[in-house]
Nanobody, 129 residues
């Protein structure tokens, strides 16, 4: 089973940018879909974006479309989330997740379910106003 390690969180001013990365250890991401979720204080965990490792198909939550980009680096075996034009409401703990059953997903409804098999430990993103 793949294990996930996130990095890249931090404190940024509104309008700024951050890049989160999710590295796989133990095995490659081959055959997985990889997603980012986030959870703000007092709120439920929500889907942010996902990508299928083999086909590169992507899906985004409406709240981040046009501002966040998810992409994979097959050489480094990482999935990253580039975030621009950050807003205070983007403040949350961001989690990387992976699931083999979603590897062939091609739409939001398929990617966005919360029951991913493998989760990282999370990384804090704080956007100051």
């Amino acid at each position: 089973q793949v294990q996930l390690v996130e990095s890249g969180g931090g404190l940024v001013q509104a309008g700024g940018s951050l890049r989160l990365s999710c590295a796989a250890s133990g095995r490659t991401f081959s055959g997985y879909a990889v997603a980012w979720f986030r959870q703000a204080p007092g709120k439920e965990r929500e889907f942010v974006a996902a990508i299928s490792w083999s086909g590169g198909r992507t899906s985004y939550a409406d709240s981040v479309k046009g501002r966040f980009t998810i992409f994979r680096d097959t050489a480094k075996n990482t999935v990253s989330l580039q975030m621009i034009s950050l807003k205070p409401e983007d403040t949350a703990v961001y989690y990387c997740a992976a699931d083999r059953s979603r590897a062939s997903c091609s739409n939001y409804g398929c990617f966005a379910g919360p029951a991913y098999a493998v989760w990282g430990q999370g990384t804090q993103v704080t956007v100051a106003s």
